[in-house]
């Protein structure tokens, strides 16, 4: 600390306090953005290390277990049916699929096992199947997450009874912003099926997407909502925007590097004992960017070549990475 300046330790001491806060401000955590770069990482990784072993990392691998023909309009999903995309609508997934799956993500190293379906949300014949499917993705003696969409009364139990870990509803962006994105459902919505989950007893993951043309102070927001969530999300995926031809975000300005490391850093700082994860977009990103987002307190990723509809890291580029940066997975 005696290399930092008098403004940088009173801003270190500050960070140090905040850390631990029950609520943040949009106003604090735009200050965070503002930090000076290195100072902001450095905190962060301080913060990290403060929680978790920085060495290792959370592998979890996610599947489609029903693509396509979304009815809702997500300005950056290619699973909507209101664009035209390379995506093609199919039926849930039989059990037999999904477990096959299942077992070469676990013989692969995921601890964890992610199943998405493209619906606003799920039908009440459509529960019955997907906690089969839950039970036996369990079975194998993995963590089990699904994101479903919004859930009913009732319906967060079940996949609970089932043997579902998490549940996954991403808030996506600043709440200010959330019907420019989005216009089919509201931001009350996902807090609601949220509520939901909490109240069942699952654990929450809970994320968004940077680089849909916001601003630092929209990306403030939405780290801000996350943050406030109470408890705050075990699981908090990070995603750069995969932009998809077709979908009206095609054409979505190009984030720089050095913001979604901010973002990373201060989904760290703000959300201490939260497994950050880098998520979508990673195809995109040099190594040198994600031993970034590592040392800025990532500590999860997809495994797996495919993110739902998306092309991810192969495995073997993941294995080499995680080798030359010394990390290991739990």
């Known amino acids: 600390m005696t290399h930092l300046s008098p403004v940088a330790l009173r801003r270190h001491t500050q960070l140090v306090s905040h850390a631990t806060a029950q609520y943040w401000r ?3 955590v735009e200050n965070l953005f503002e930090l000076p770069f290195l100072d902001l990482v450095f905190q962060a990784a301080s913060v990290h290390r403060q929680h978790f072993d920085a060495n290792k990392i959370q592998l979890s ?10 009815p809702e309009d997500c300005e950056y999903c290619p699973q909507s049916a209101h664009y035209h995309t390379n995506v093609e609508k199919s039926e849930l997934l039989n059990v037999q699929s999904v477990v096959e799956k299942a077992k070469i993500a676990k013989q692969r190293g995921a601890s964890r096992f ?3 379906a493209a619906w606003r949300g799920p039908k009440p014949q459509d529960v019955e199947q997907v906690t089969e499917i839950i039970q036996a993705v369990k079975d194998l003696g993995l963590e089990t997450c699904g994101t479903f969409g919004l859930l009913e ?3 967060a139990e079940a996949f609970k009874q089932a043997g579902l870990d998490y549940y996954n509803h991403n808030l996506d962006t600043d709440p200010d912003r959330y019907n420019d994105i989005i216009h089919t459902r509201r931001h009350e919505d996902r807090m609601d099926t949220l509520g939901k989950v909490r109240q069942a007893g699952l654990k929450v993951c809970c994320g968004g997407i940077v680089g849909m043309n916001e601003t630092r ?6 780290i801000a909502s996350l943050a406030n969530l109470d408890p705050q999300p075990e699981s908090v995926p990070i995603n750069q925007l995969i932009r998809t031809a077709g979908t009206p975000l095609e054409k979505a300005e190009d984030l720089d590097w ?10 760290r700082i703000t959300m201490p004992t939260s497994f950050v994860r880098l998520s979508a977009g990673r195809t995109e990103m040099p190594e040198s960017v994600q031993a970034m987002c590592f040392l800025a307190g990532a500590n999860s990723i997809f495994y797996g070549e495919t993110l739902l509809t998306a092309d991810n890291p192969a495995e073997d580029s993941d294995k080499m990475l995680m080798m030359k940066l010394n990390l290991s997975h739990y």
Do not use: D, N, Q, W
């Open 114 to 116: 992610c199943m998405g």
């Open 26 to 28: 949009k106003c604090e």
């Open 61 to 70: 691998t996610l599947l489609s277990i029903k693509t396509g023909g979304c």
């Open 153 to 155: 009364t009732g319906m």
């Open 217 to 222: 102070a929209e990306r403030a927001g939405l």
């Open 258 to 267: 050095t913001e979604f490391v901010r973002t990373i850093a201060v989904a």
